[in-house]
């Protein structure tokens, strides 16, 4: 663990456009992965990827929050900026899984919720809202990983889970740095020292008691170099399934509400 | 960048939150007359009180208090509080702040952006929540979230329908994360008052944006709205900023969400109560 880095330095490291995306990690973890898209309401977000994959042997419903790797990728992916469309293909998405008895991972990594007329005008408070309360409800366990950005409300619309694992220099806060700065201080460039006082870094947050883990990271983290990790990653999701595969549906939305309730 | 940003500039608006900006004692002595700021009328302040603070000019709903809000709604004497006392919340130990929660309910009287209890209307036992828009903008921190879930379960465990009478700028960032769980931790409630087979009843007033907005206050069996009440996700100046762009006369307003299908009706402050009353009996 490089541990002298600023919660600052995290930010751009989170936000850094040669770490791998959902998708890499779906490729990465996942023995096999079919995409499944649209909402059945308006149309089908490029910012969320989604579908069912297979880990050892089991079906599970892996739904994704995709930046992309160049210009033309972000262009396609919205910066990975889902509208409300996005939220709902993933809310079907999760209560198909909860009718078929599919465990749900889910990968989070946004700048936050698009903020935009259209989505405003198609609701993106509401498709937010929803999501929050239905995934309070599902019956099958839940994972949340952070492997970049979450970015507020528009993470959290993917994170009410049984459990909330972040990777070591991901973030996970209530606003940016550059927008808390600009409001306390009227000043954006203020930002590193908002990324401190925030307390958005995956440690603070497991001390704060909001996430439940922390993966650590290889000191560069690239397409390349993330072998070790997606090993540690494999062998904690498979603990993960482990954990949950002998508690009962009731319990696993009674742990679900507990874990939100206390905070 | 994203829409929660804008509420949480709103917060440190100090002026713009509160009523006294759409309504502003006059000059003349004893607060007799009251400018309205959306018409400037010169309005009779007795003869506002009596109008639900509503300008009869230009039928201006001017923000309101939570106290006076209850009495609009419940029948008189019903009210009783739940939850009065909660300590401030500082989880992240943000510099100033405890200092600043004092003060401000030193200054306004309330002891947080939220008021909740049960009471009744016209004889109808409600659980009931009310917020101020005037406790630093009516964000929602631990408090809040806690006095919420409070009044939702208990809700659930008397079987009351409930009202909640949203006006926020959303999630309250001097608290870190901790104020963005509050959205997961009220709509967790929500959907277990929900499974009971009880009603939910979220009345929108302004402004009603931000992390409340994409929280419990889009999550009722019945939304209603007071008119003109500015709804969003997002704010308005963040999303002109992110698109360059004037935003169209009358966006984000509650008339604009009733044309888009996510509010059941828009109801004027006079008639509040009547129609709270018959979808509660409903
Ligand atoms: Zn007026």
Redesign the interface.
Known sequence: MIDNLTPWDKVKLARHINRPTSSDYISKIFDSFIELHGDRYYGDDNAVVAGIAKFNNQNITVIGQQKGKNLKENKKRNYG?PRPEGYRKALRLMKQANKFKRPIILLVDT???F???E????????A???N???M??LQVPILSIVIGEG????A?AF??SNEVWMLENSI?????P???A???WKDGKKAPEAAG????TAH??LE?N?IDKIIEEPEELTLDSMDDLITIIKSEIEQFLERYASISENEIVAS??ER??S? | ?????FM??D??KKSSSTPSKIIKESQIPDGLFQKCLKCNDILYSEDLVENYYVCPNCNNHIRVNPRERLSMVLDEGSFMELNREIDIAD??G??GYKEKVRHIKSVTNLNEAVITGRGKINGTDVAIGVMASNFLMGSMG?VV?EKI?GLIEYATDCRLPLIIFSCSGG?R?Q???????????T??????HD?EGLLYISVLTDPTT??V???????GDIIIAEPGALI???GPR??EQ??GQK?PEG??RSEFLLE?G?IDKIVKRNQMKKILSILIKS
């Open positions: 900026m700048p936050g919720a903020c935009g007329i989505a405003e005008e198609r609701g993106q408070g509401e937010i809202a929803r929050l309360y239905e309070s409800d970015g507020s409300g528009g959290l994170g009410v996970y806060s209530v606003i940016s550059e927008g808390f600009s409001i306390i006082l925030l307390k958005l603070d947050l704060l909001i679900r509400y939100f309730r905070m | 960048m994203n829409g929660d940003n949480l500039k917060l440190f989880p992240i943000f510099p631990k979230g879930t999630a960032m608290e870190g994360m901790v104020s963005l769980m509050q959205m997961a931790k709509s967790a409630a929500l959907k277990r499974k931000g992390g907005m994409a929280s419990f206050a889009m999550l969003g996700f997002a963040v999303i992110t698109i935003l966006f984000q888009h996510f």
